[in-house]
């Protein structure tokens, strides 16, 4: 049976643009391998959907991303299927003003998936030298996408009582995460610009948390994937919005 999206997991890193020369697309690809034993992202899909196996992968994500691009990948294993894609955005549409390069990576919602979601996340945050990222199974992350409020004109309120959350452009720094995910990749400037950790408000999540090598940390906000269908999980979102205002821009004047 194919999979459909909503048995996938989405991961998303947002880290600064790509320069001349840049290794980190191929460290990315490089340290998603070395987080999974056996995984190997050697496949690529091309514009009319078909899977192309790649002789010299490194070579092209290299080639590509001298070009400010990245090809669209996936992994060989047809029972654990991987992919990851990216693109560039502009400053006029990106936190700060400061253009950025974004890298999704999605995963099945399986047991493997989930058991290597942390890992791929960390990798893919450390190997990017991301602001921030997450992971969330696509039906939790189509609700928390709906937290944005990108027009004035736009009154309708984010489902289940969530908070609003800012346009990317409006916000003022790319250090800020955006919002929260099931799994949140925050690099040290990132936690140390929304407060975290705070030993004496942070223990539940410092229980679910580990320091990555660069001084970032992996978060995860509930044992198993994110279900706003459980009100347990969806209680755990929002007590983490309430921690973290500077979450969204929601603490800018």
Known sequence: MSATRKDQMTMIVYAPALVVDDGRPLAV???MERA???LCIGLMISDEG???PLQDRDALVARESQRGKFPTLRSIDDN????IMGWGKPAGVSPGGRAQFEFHVSVPLSADGITAAAALLEAAGEDACAFWGHATPFSAGVDIARQTKNRPDDLEPPPRGLPVIR????????????????????SDAAARTIGFPDPARDAELLSRARR???GGWVVKLTDAPLDLDNPAHLDALKRAYERFPEIGGRSAP
């Not at 654990?80 to 992919?83: A, L």
């Open 167 to 186: 346009s990317p452009s409006t916000m003022r720094s790319p250090e800020i995460p955006h919002r929260l995910g099931w799994l949140n990749y925050w």
């Open 36 to 38: 999974v034993p056996g």
């Open 212 to 214: 990555t090598a660069t």
């Open 80 to 83: 654990f299927r991987v992919r």
């Open 50 to 52: 078909q899977l192309v």
């Open 29 to 31: 690809v490089h340290g």
